[in-house]
């Protein structure tokens, strides 16, 4: 086992502060991509920098000394969710946390501390394991971006621990939804509401005939759904034209998504032919859903790590995506463990510095413990 005092804690809480304190929105971000990039290096990774028409990928490449051994993805956001600008935090009893109106930041910097620590510890003590991939997204938070235009064509591994999940210590993410956004534009047809208001049909009166009518919420254990958006009309005395509504809905289960795609848009487009209104939907697939069965080995042997490091895995299924959802639909095993970020894409985010410590020392057993499988 890794000894425990391997990982240095006051090291690694300086890390994370000093990662929190680089603005990272989705999409910007070049000033963290290049202090990662310096970080990883140091730690013995080429580095490889993916650019996509809208930021870029890192990929960190560390060759293994222990013959045999498969190549681990270890992967984690560069972004964060805004607002993020002038970031204020205190550390108090071994507390990290937002003092501000922003966010903290520890979702995902905190996986981004974590991973570069057990990188140093890895390469000062020399410790025998496998090929690394280490693999930092960009716009994780705007849809998963960063992973959706990785080249996967320059990945070898066929194993991936994603670092990014708010759940109870020792949790294993293994099942996420697939997730649908969808727009609605309803077209009734404008009219002087005052002098001939039966010449038109007020896209508003659909919509909202349409948004009374969808399932919403929870629609099950495994499934839900939500109108986020509606934007439409121009005056009062309008009978207004059009009406766009956005909305989304998720669930793991393929024929529980099916029944309410074909629900949502159906019963959208009957109310809107019954009222003479014209809809037009489009519908996106954000991600697809993935399930990593118990028996799983990849998982057997995450358990089996968190086990000898005296956490007790808890196998717990979520309602969110994560880059996971891409590594498992490109064929990768990829499980998202919980890292210690508590109320994530709130200015209440905090993070203990003994959680801190505790996911890093789990990533480096793992990472150090992992020769792979044979193919079944
Ligand atoms: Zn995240």
Redesign the pocket.
């Known amino acids: 086992m890794v000894p425990p005092e391997y990982v240095n804690r006051r090291r690694l809480a300086d890390t994370f502060i000093g990662l929190i304190q680089i603005d990272s929105p989705s999409f910007r971000e070049q000033a963290i991509g290049e202090r990662l990039r310096v970080e990883l290096e140091r730690a013995g990774c080429a580095v490889e920098k993916q650019e996509y028409d809208r930021s870029f990928n890192l990929v960190g490449r560390r060759k293994g000394t222990s013959a045999g051994a498969l190549p681990l993805l270890v992967c984690?956001?560069m972004d964060?969710?805004e607002p993020t600008e002038g970031i204020e935090f205190s550390e108090v009893d071994g507390m990290i946390r937002s003092t501000g109106k922003t966010v903290l930041g520890a979702?995902?910097k905190s996986?981004l501390a974590q991973i570069l620590e057990a990188l140093s510890v890895i390469h000062e003590r020399d410790l025998p394991l496998g090929d690394l991939e280490i693999v930092f997204t960009s716009a994780?938070?705007r849809g998963l971006f960063g992973s959706k235009n990785l080249d996967f064509s320059r990945l070898r591994s066929r194993h991936a621990l994603v670092l990014?999940?708010?759940a109870e210590m020792g949790s294993l993410i293994v099942s996420a939804p697939t997730h649908v956004t969808y727009e609605m534009r309803v077209t009734g047809r404008p009219a002087h509401a005052g002098i001939e208001p039966e010449a038109g049909i007020n896209a508003i009166r659909v919509a909202a005939l349409i948004v009374a009518s969808l399932p919403d919420g929870r629609i099950s254990e495994q499934t839900t759904a939500n109108i986020g958006e509606i934007r439409g009309g121009t005056a009062t005395n309008v009978v207004p034209q059009q009406v766009v509504l956005r909305g989304e809905f998720r669930s793991r289960s393929g024929p529980e998504l099916e029944a309410l795609r074909e629900e949502i848009f159906g019963s959208a487009r009957s109310i809107a032919a019954a009222h003479g209104a014209e809809i037009e939907i489009t519908p996106t697939e954000d991600y697809r859903a993935f399930t990593i069965p118990e028996d799983d080995p990849f998982l057997q042997f995450l358990c089996g790590v968190f086990r000898k490091c005296g956490k007790a895995p808890l196998l717990v299924p979520t309602g969110g995506g994560?880059d996971a959802n891409i590594f498992n639909g490109k064929g990768i095993t990829a499980v998202n463990m919980a890292n210690g970020?508590r109320r994530?894409h709130s200015s209440d985010e905090h993070i203990s510095v003994d959680d801190l410590n505790e996911g890093c020392r789990l990533l480096l057993q793992a990472v150090t413990d992992f020769r792979g499988f044979e193919e079944r």
């Open positions: 984690a956001h964060t969710i979702d995902d996986a994780e938070e990014d999940a708010c994560s970020m994530v």
